[in-house]
C-alpha cells in the first residue's frame, strides 16, 4: 500500500538513491566526496539538491555516461526517493547539459 510505501522511504539511504542513478546511466565525478557529504547531512536529499546544482566546483558533476541513459529509470530514482518534481526536471536538464 502506498503507506507501506512511506514508511520504508524514510529508511533508504542515500546509497541505494546513487546505486539506482548509477544503474540508469549516470556517470558521477568525484562520487567519494559526494557520498562524504550526503553521509554528514542530516537531510541528505537537501544536499544531494544542493550539490546536483552547485557541485562543481568540488568536482561533483553527474553525467550521462551511455549517451542516452535512461531518463526514465533516472526519473524513477528520483521520484522513488521523494524528490519534487522540479528537482527531477533540473537534474535531467543537468544531465543534458554536461555533453
Request: charged share 25%; glycine share 8%; net charge negative.
Amino acid at each position: 500500500t502506498g503507506e507501506d510505501r512511506m514508511g520504508s522511504l524514510s529508511t533508504e539511504s542515500f546509497d541505494q538513491f546513487l546505486d539506482s542513478l548509477k544503474e540508469a546511466g549516470v556517470e558521477i565525478s568525484n562520487e567519494a566526496e559526494l557520498r562524504e557529504r550526503l553521509a554528514e547531512a542530516q537531510r541528505w536529499r537537501f544536499a544531494f539538491a544542493t550539490l546536483a546544482t552547485n557541485g562543481r566546483p568540488l568536482g561533483i558533476r553527474f553525467q550521462d555516461k551511455r549517451s542516452g541513459a535512461n531518463e526514465a529509470g533516472i526519473q524513477q530514482a528520483l521520484a522513488r526517493f521523494q524528490f519534487p518534481e522540479s528537482l527531477q526536471t533540473a537534474f535531467a536538464a543537468t544531465l543534458r547539459s554536461e555533453h
